[in-house]
């Protein structure tokens, strides 16, 4: 069965889709075979790995109104390990067309369930909101993995995060765990990344990934290019982070 880990936090910006792409490229450039889940109508994730949103007929949006099976929605791409669930504009509509729909926050999980005996990995990447597609999100996952970028308002809205996961443990996903904090766009001459870097690890100490994602421009230019960094500049900072991070995650979850 696939470990599935939900990248959330509610502010934009912070390296969710960066994360998503790369932590799953580096997966499966360890020989995982991992699945990538794009729920953000940004469809970033989709694009980040190379794929063509306008040419899709088909994407999680409808999986999630149970028009499609997970299997006709799925994509690959151009490493042998990695497929795409892709998401395109669409996707906005869910969050008012599942209002009043029976058992709206399992329609992932129940779609996910039709596929994941296929992967070692499952990463869902989360819009920038603590909706229902995130919630749907965080009901699929077993893990959750929070990246924090290190800056001065690094923790706000860190609580509204905690307590929506502390209530889908109640009601919803009893099994859901914080598993990953990850400090990412870190500046080491930055006495600033330090100084957040460090309170982040008094409220976290055990669930802080001991890899740390530097700011790197390839990371900012692999998603122009439909590729995810490590097919783009291998020998970059960026691209050794999230093998790094694969490493991590793959040595926690033995
Ligand atoms: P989110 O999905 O949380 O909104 P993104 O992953 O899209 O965040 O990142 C926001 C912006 O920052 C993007 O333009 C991305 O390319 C850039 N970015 C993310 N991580 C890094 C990094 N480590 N170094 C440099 N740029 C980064
Ligand atoms: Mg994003």
């Known amino acids: 069965m696939a470990r599935i880990i939900a990248i959330a936090n509610q502010k934009g910006g912070v390296g969710k889709t960066t994360t998503a792409v790369n932590l799953a490229a580096s997966l499966s450039a360890a020989e995982k075979s991992t699945l990538l889940v794009d729920m953000d109508p940004q469809g ?12 899709l007929e088909a994407t999680v949006y ?10 006709d929605l799925l994509c690959r791409t151009e490493l042998e390990q990695l497929h795409i669930l892709p ?10 067309e599942l209002v009043a729909a029976d058992g709206r926050e399992r329609r992932l999980k129940a779609l996910l369930a039709e596929i994941e005996d296929n992967y070692d990995y499952i990463l869902i990447d989360c819009p920038p909101s603590l909706g229902l597609l995130t919630i749907n999100a965080l009901t699929a996952a077993e893990k959750v993995l929070i990246p924090m970028q290190c800056e001065y308002y690094a923790m706000e809205g860190l609580s509204q995060l905690l307590n929506t996961i502390s209530l889908i443990q109640q009601d ?7 598993g990953y904090i990850l400090l990412t766009m870190f500046d080491s001459r930055n006495n600033l990344s330090h100084q957040v870097g460090e309170e982040i690890r008094t409220h976290f100490n055990r669930q802080l990934c001991e890899t740390v994602i530097p700011r790197n421009v390839r990371l900012s230019e692999a998603p ?30 033995v």
């Open 87 to 96: 998401a395109d504009p669409d996707l906005i509509g869910a969050e008012v």
């Open 172 to 178: 919803l996903n009893p099994r859901l765990t914080i």
């Open 62 to 71: 409808n999986g999630l109104l149970e028009e499609a099976g997970a299997v």
């Open 44 to 55: 970033n994730a989709t694009s980040g790995v190379g794929i063509d949103k306008e040419a």
């Open 224 to 253: 122009s290019h439909g590729l995810p960094v490590l097919l783009y500049d291998i020998a970059s900072k960026g691209s050794q982070a999230y093998l790094d991070l694969a490493r991590e995650i793959i040595q926690a979850e």
